[in-house]
């Protein structure tokens, strides 16, 4: 395909320390919760990219990112795993929450699968315990896969589990940025063939930690990242929350 990369210490190592900084006082945190399409990613599965990781880098000094997704949870098993009581725990009034899972509770051959039912009370607990804390929740359709017909249609592929995101920031009277949707939208925009630069399509040779080539529809390239990161933000302006203002205007 003739693409280039970055080093790959040149853009990881960079991204995951902003992930990771400690809480400053004075600063706001935005939490990110959620699975591998938003998740830092090891060294070794690069290119691969979640969107959490471009994200943030696009805000002022007084934002602090902590991206806790993590490939392969869905709201019940990121629960049962411990990995949001220490959320809630270091939550401060005016963080932020951004919540996005659906890719691996929808899917009920897999053992981190949910019912619909749970997927919403997990969902609505998210959410509540945001709000003891006085932070600020915000929920998050899943983000679209890459799943064209032989017409070159996108054929959606989380109906149900993003109907219920939509409901619950509804029935809870919370901000619901609808990554489902906008993503389907802008894999319609580059079509059938472009949209692989979205995600992690690599073929035999291109790359060192894929010798034999990746075709991947689920989770992206450092473009297809930085896409979804920026139709996010999007919202986040579109949304007026008051994050909005901290986006550095370039």
């Known amino acids: 395909m003739g693409r280039r990369f970055f080093s790959k210490y040149g853009l990881i190592i960079p991204l995951l320390l902003l992930s990771f900084t400690l809480y400053t006082p004075g600063k706001v945190k935005v939490y990110l919760i959620g699975d591998s399409t938003m998740a830092n990613k090891l060294i070794r599965y690069y290119p691969e990219t979640g969107w959490g990781m471009p994200f943030s880098c696009f805000f002022d000094s007084t ?41 691996n509770d929808e899917i009920q051959t897999k053992k981190s699968a949910t019912t619909e039912d749970q997927f919403r009370a997990n969902l609505t607990k998210y959410v509540n315990d945001t709000k003891s804390r006085k932070a600020y929740p915000v929920l998050i359709t899943p983000v679209a896969r890459r799943n064209f017909d032989t017409t070159g249609v996108l054929v959606p592929t989380h109906e149900a589990y993003s109907a219920i995101v939509r409901s619950v920031a509804r029935d809870l009277n919370v901000p619901l940025i609808d990554l489902d949707k906008k993503s389907q939208a802008l894999l319609t925009k580059f079509g059938v063939e472009n949209s692989k630069l979205l995600y992690n399509h690599l073929e035999a040779g291109e790359h060192p930690n894929y010798p034999s080539g990746k075709v991947d529809d689920t989770h992206f390239s450092e473009l297809g990242a930085r896409k979804m990161a920026q139709l996010v933000l999007e919202d986040i302006r579109a949304l007026n929350l008051g994050l909005a203002q901290k986006i550095i205007k370039r």
């Not at 993590?70 to 990121?78: A, C, L, M, Y």
């Open 63 to 103: 934002v602090v990112v902590d991206n806790r997704a993590q490939n392969g949870r869905s709201t019940r098993t990121f629960m049962q795993e411990g990995r949001w009581q220490p959320v809630v725990d270091a939550l401060q009034p005016g963080d932020y929450v951004l919540i996005q899972f659906g890719h």
